[in-house]
DNA sequence: ACCGGCTATGTAATCGATTACAGTCAAATT
DNA sequence: AATTTGACTGTAATCGATTACATAGCCGGT
């Protein structure tokens, strides 16, 4: 009943082999003949053997897990994120483990305790706030290789798979000009964000290739939370002139805005226009649905976890800083219209 | 530059003992003298040494993980416990490795993989549709503990961290009668979950109270997900004699429920009143503010995490099958009230 | 016939920490 | 004074798989 686990040893036994043969016809199996490797097959079976991990790494120097560093786990834009990593690492053996950067005891002892100690193979990243001095430095060949997603740093080399932020951001407030809207609010994120410069660069842009006035007093600060939507609304009520859209830097802050709006009986699209950004699973299904940019979530979790795993197996490539930069990918973002946008009242 | 890693010998040379006294000093401070600790404490600091959890893990026969396995990690009402259960197992210093049993390759392998073989010493199963067979059976003991948290497996001994659904299920519906409402419909969740069985019950007690009756046609079958709300609206149009309520037994369901109805002309609350449960991050900025049911979720992580650890460290207790039962709790839910409720036309 | 090269396998060292066991020394007990 | 006790520390075996190195057998070329 209580059979202790078999052991590697036991297996060999039973095919009346070495341990080193077992060990080769699991993990290497072109080394060894047809028969040989029929006989371990047939006795890993009949014992029921399962490799013991903690010894596999300990004597190959690895860990067998990557780690994600999110900020804001509960942040439903991250989950599917997870999940295309999940997979491809499930794949691949490799066990995922997510640490929440935002959590109490700080980003910096989790990074610390991931990127410098042996805790894991790699690490795939998602938050660009980090200090960036953790990522640089000379020492950086005993360290795991390190993936951006979605955010990055700047000026780093570090490789990153994103999305077309400032073109995306361009895209929605095209489309809010094409609708005759002239007077066009941003709902930013927090200012130190890579993705927050880069959306409302996509802004300008937009207004600039439309010869429309950037007003500054229409772009409110948020920090990509349903609350900071919320807050950003009342800020729009301040307002002595109204923008009559609103190009939101994240959906969960577009809900939280027309929710808030809707409070005080700001209709959208009658009133205003707004357009999110991420296309969240919930977006289609606000009141109204919502015109936002798509980014594919999942694709971009299993784009960082490919590439992290072709990183991890070819250690030498991470002395190559070019390289390094080529690793990146950026991947096709796409604009949803849905009910959110509408003409503005004074064009119609 | 490339020094290698320091290791524990490293250490012990420099605070002038041996291997043993360093272990010691650092996973039992109190088998050694006080000098002795302050020495090691300082050579570790000088070599910036970090234990080998897979060396450690091989010799003390655990993986230093444990395991969550959650179904769909896109749902977000997982994501508040999961933080919960990262959080307490982060202080236990455990990994958490958090696997989806609806992917492709099928929950039974998932839990093949983690129960059978050594890679976790622990489980909470979040998903209460799996086989029971895999729970059950003779050959319990070389297992690692588990922990069920919001669902768990009905007739068997498996510990629990629950909330009282049937008795939250019967709070949103009195909430519904007390407004006036006397035709009342559910959408419940899938017809094999535990929940779905639990929160119906809770439904009918309401009504049974209210000496209601319970029309069958009005209860709708989903899966807890957004798409099946949107469903449900669509059988709720074709019934010839609609409920003026509607008691969804999840905040996805109702959202998209209510998205769908709205789609349509219906509007909520003045045609139909709705009642979601979970009480998401969301649900407080939909339009309208949906009425629903709190359900703690940190905290139901958190419970979870640190009664599984509890297992965990007592490993005699297991056969024990009533103080496995007794590992169980039940903790507090509340209801919400929202805009999505109000009296029914005719009793206006 | 001999040698080099190749394939398939075995032997044993190795990864790095933990811990059973043994030993030392000083204080307490008889 | 002898013995016991307890606190502390050291030596070395151990966890289970991987892999460097050694070896054996076989084939083909000269």
């Keep these: 009943m209580d059979a202790k686990l078999p052991r590697i040893r036991d297996v060999a036994r039973i095919a009346g082999v070495s341990t080193a043969t077992v ?38 120097k690895q860990t067998g897990s990557i780690v994600v560093l999110v900020p804001h786990l509960s942040n439903p834009f991250f989950s599917l994120i997870l999940s295309g990593i999940a997979k491809v690492a499930s794949e691949a053996g490799l066990n995922v483990l997510v640490a929440d950067t935002r959590e109490p005891d700080g980003a910096d002892r989790q990074i610390a305790e991931y990127l410098y100690n042996n805790r894991s193979d790699g690490l795939i990243v998602l938050d660009g706030n980090l200090t960036e001095a953790m ?15 979605c955010e990055w740093l700047e000026d780093h080399d570090q490789p990153a798979v994103t999305v077309d932020n400032r073109l995306g951001a ?26 927050t410069r880069q959306r409302a660069a996509g802004f300008r842009d937009a207004l600039a290739k439309a010869r429309l006035p950037a007003n500054e007093r229409w772009f409110i ?3 990509f939370t349903l609350r900071s939507g919320v807050a950003a609304a009342e800020r729009w009520f301040d307002l002595a002139e109204r923008p009559t859209a609103v190009f939101c830097s994240s959906d969960a802050m577009a809900c939280g805005f027309i929710s808030q709006l809707n409070g005080h009986g700001v209709r959208v699209p009658d009133d205003v226009s707004v357009v999110g950004f991420d296309d969240i699973d919930i977006a289609a299904h606000l009141i109204p649905p919502l ?5 594919p979530r999942a694709l971009i979790g299993e784009t960082a976890a490919t590439m992290l795993i072709q990183m991890m197996r070819l250690p030498d490539m991470r ?4 390289a390094m930069r080529e690793m990146g990918k950026v991947l096709p973002l796409e604009l949803v219209v849905r009910d959110s946008t509408g003409r503005p009242r004074s064009a119609s």
Excluded: C, W
């Excluded at 040989?36 to 903690?54: I, K, P």
């Excluded at 015109?291 to 980014?295: D, F, G, S, V």
């Excluded at 002395?319 to 070019?322: C, G, P, R, S, V």
């Design 291 to 295: 015109t936002t940019i798509r980014q």
């Design 170 to 195: 361009r895209l929605a407030v095209e489309h809010l000009i094409a609708l005759g809207h002239r007077h066009i609010g941003h709902v930013a994120g927090p200012p130190e964000n890579v993705l």
């Design 221 to 223: 600060e948020g920090d």
């Design 135 to 149: 990522f640089s430095g000379d020492d950086r060949k005993g360290r795991p290789p390190v993936m951006f997603a």
């Design 319 to 322: 002395e190559d800083a070019a």
């Design 23 to 60: 060990s080769r016809a699991l993990s290497q199996p072109d080394l060894v003949s047809a028969e040989t490797r029929a006989a371990v097959l047939a006795a890993v079976a009949e014992t029921g053997y399962r490799m013991n991990l903690a010894a596999r790494n300990l004597r190959r």
